[in-house]
Each structure stands twice: as C-alpha cells, then as structure tokens.
C-alpha cells in the first residue's frame, strides 16, 4: 500500500486564483508530512512542514498546508497562484515507527497568465 | 556558498562501467542521503546515513554502495552500470534523522548506453 499518495498527476489554474495539490498518507500513529517543489533540471526545495501542533502550517513563497487527520491528509494551498509557482511539487511522510521516509509521486502545477 | 553539493552534474557511460557520484554539505548536518528519481519524476529513496552509519538501505542492488568518509561527505559508487540505472540520482542531507527537512543538491543525470 501506499504511504503517501497524490492523487492528480497535474493541476492547472489560472493565475491569481487559489490552487489546492492535494495529498493522503497512510502510515500509522502522527506521521511527519512535507511538501517540496521541484523547478526543472533543480533539486527539490523545502517548504514546509508539519510535526506537531496547529493544523495549519505556513511556508515558503506564500504556501500553506493543512493536516487533516480524520482524512489523513496534507493538501497544499496557496490563495493566489502566481505563473512563477509552476513546478513539480512533492508530499513527503515520515514513519516514525519503522524510520521509513517516503515522497509522493509528485503533481505538476501549471499556472496560466 | 553551495550547501549540498555534488559531481559531476552530467554522466554519460556505457553498460558495464563502474563509476562514482561525490556529495558533499556545508551545512553541518548528520544525516545524508541518495535518492534517484527515474524518467516520470518518481522519487525513491535509496541510502540513508547517519553520523557515518548506514541507517536506511532500501531494495537496491548490491551493484550500488554508498561511503560515507566523514559526515559532510557521502558518494555514491556503482558497479557494472545498466541501461536500467540511467536516471537523476540527488543527495540530499538534514540536521538529523527525525523530523527536520531535507536539503537537495542539483543532482547527477546519468546516461548509460
């Protein structure tokens, strides 16, 4: 199964809107979850994360993402996308039980002028 | 100043070749790390080390060894290349092995033909 799943390979929207990538984990007891972006031919970037505490994590460039644990989720969101936020971005989980850390399969961001 | 970096950024070999990716961070962290990342952006962990110990050796050949000389270093040799290694192969570090997030370097792009 699974530990972290995103379930839209690519999201598309218009700049100045709000955009959402979503993201589910499957690991057991209060997992630690990121999200990084990837800009073309770079490694990955940190943006956020949370361990423990509010629900609510701010990052950077803007982003902020919400641990759900009745959903197991961790969607990233940001209220208005800019064209610049057009990357790969990345769920990650950490398994504090077994010390296993996995990303997601990414999800293409494509935002329109 | 680069904070993980890592040689040679492109390789081109052919099957059979034994060759080697250096990594290094000047960030004074404990824990390093070598991803790869195949042609649909799919990220898997492959080696973790922690302080100089190996602490997270995923489902990888046995062709693949890590060494990590000191903890600012850590390279990546790999023996009897196939086509089937071709791919990005990043490392990254963190503080520690918990719960603080990872820091990539641009990562090596090999091709074996």
């Known amino acids: 199964a699974q530990s972290v799943a995103q379930p839209e390979d690519q999201v598309n929207v218009a700049e100045g809107n709000p955009l959402t990538v979503k993201c589910t984990y499957s690991?057991?007891?209060?997992?630690?979850l990121f999200w990084y972006v990837q800009y073309p031919n770079r490694g990955l970037q940190f943006l956020l994360k949370y361990i423990t505490g509010d629900n609510l994590v701010k990052g950077s460039y803007g982003f902020e993402a919400e641990f759900n644990k009745s959903q197991t989720s961790f969607h990233l969101k940001k209220p208005s996308a800019l064209v610049s936020d057009s990357a790969l971005y990345f769920c990650a989980v950490r398994d504090k039980r077994i010390n296993k850390f996995y990303f997601g399969s990414g999800t293409k961001l494509n935002v329109k002028p | 100043d680069t904070a993980v970096s890592q040689t040679p950024k492109y390789l081109v070999t052919q099957m059979g070749n034994d060759k080697s990716i250096k990594c290094e961070q000047n960030?004074?962290?404990?824990?390093m790390y070598w991803y790869k990342q195949d042609s649909k952006k799919f990220l898997k962990i492959m080696f973790s080390y922690n302080n100089k110990e190996l602490i997270i050796n995923e489902t990888v050949p046995n062709r693949f060894s890590p060494k990590s000389p000191d903890k600012a270093h850590l390279n990546l040799h790999i023996n009897s290349l196939e086509l089937g290694d071709s791919a990005v192969y990043f490392c990254?570090?963190?503080?520690?092995?918990?719960?603080?997030?990872?820091?990539f370097g641009p990562g090596t792009r090999l091709t074996v033909t």
């Open positions: 960030l004074g962290h404990d824990t």
């Open positions: 990254a570090s963190s503080r520690d092995r918990v719960h603080h997030e990872q820091y």
């Open positions: 690991v057991s007891g209060n997992p630690y």
